[in-house]
T-cell receptor, first 114, second 111 residues
Framework: DGGITQSPKYLFRKEGQNVTLSCEQN?????MYWYRQDPGQGLRLIYYSQIVNDFQKGDIAEGYSVSREKKESFPLTVTSAQKNPTAFYLC?????????????FGSGTRLTVV | DAKTTQPPSMDCAEGRAANLPCNHS???????VYWYRQIHSQGPQYIIH???NNETNEMASLIITEDRKSSTLILPHATLRDTAVYYC????????????FGKGTLLTVNP
């Protein structure tokens, strides 16, 4: 079945360490996104990419980095510069031109920094 | 994209209809209303969308007022599995526009 896979589901890291969250999709979607969610809050966009080898900053990109070397993959690195990295991270993908009805989300990675 | 306003929480009895309101008074003519829901600790799931006519699918119905300044998502026979946060989003059609998710409405379906 086609879908979007995030791994791992839970991740623990020590403060000051960089950590990379994986996101893979086999839906042949052109666009991919990373969102952050804090308890009781909505989703905030970190980065998005509409085509391979290109990506744009979202609303809260500071302290994060991404790459888009393959259409299927859009890994997110949480760097030590991110002040409050503990959060629930969601990856999504969509078909170009389909608009907001075509988003598929992964099941998320819960990152805890101690 | 136009801003939306939703109540933070609502309760509904199992088997009854759940009516979730959304205000979007600054919506533009080329913007659709979309609804997503997020079950705890999962990714959001698309439910339904519409422009100005009422829409219905296997999951829900969407009622949009004639002036398009507000809408209501209706779950006709709510079940315990419908307990989730429901997001109302306004976005332009046809573009791969980054979606903005507010805090949504936490719907709790009670037995």
């Amino acid at each position: 079945d086609g879908g979007i896979t995030q791994s791992p589901k839970y991740l623990f890291r020590k403060e000051g360490q960089n950590v990379t969250l994986s996101c893979e999709q086999n839906l042949n979607h052109d666009a991919m996104y990373w969102y952050r969610q804090d308890p009781g809050q909505g989703l905030r966009l970190i980065y998005y990419s509409q085509i391979v080898n290109d990506f744009q900053k979202g609303d809260i990109a500071e302290g994060y980095s991404v790459s888009r070397e393959k259409k299927e993959s859009f890994p997110l690195t949480v760097t030590s510069a991110q002040k409050n990295p503990t959060a629930f991270y969601l990856c999504a993908s969509s078909v170009m031109g389909q608009g907001a009805s075509g988003y598929t989300f992964g099941s998320g990675t819960r990152l805890t920094v101690v | 994209d136009a801003k939306t306003t939703q109540p933070p929480s609502m309760d509904c009895a199992e088997g009854r209809a759940a009516n979730l309101p959304c205000n979007h008074s600054t919506i533009s003519g080329n913007e659709y209303v979309y609804w997503y829901r997020q079950i705890h600790s999962q990714g959001p799931q698309y439910i339904i969308h519409g422009l100005k006519n009422n829409e219905t699918n296997e999951m829900a119905s969407l009622i949009i007022t004639e002036d398009r300044k507000s809408s209501t998502l209706i779950l006709p026979h709510a079940t315990l599995r419908d307990t989730a946060v429901y997001y109302c989003i306004v976005s332009r059609v046809g573009s791969n526009y980054k979606l903005t998710f507010g805090k949504g409405t936490l719907l709790t379906v009670n037995p």
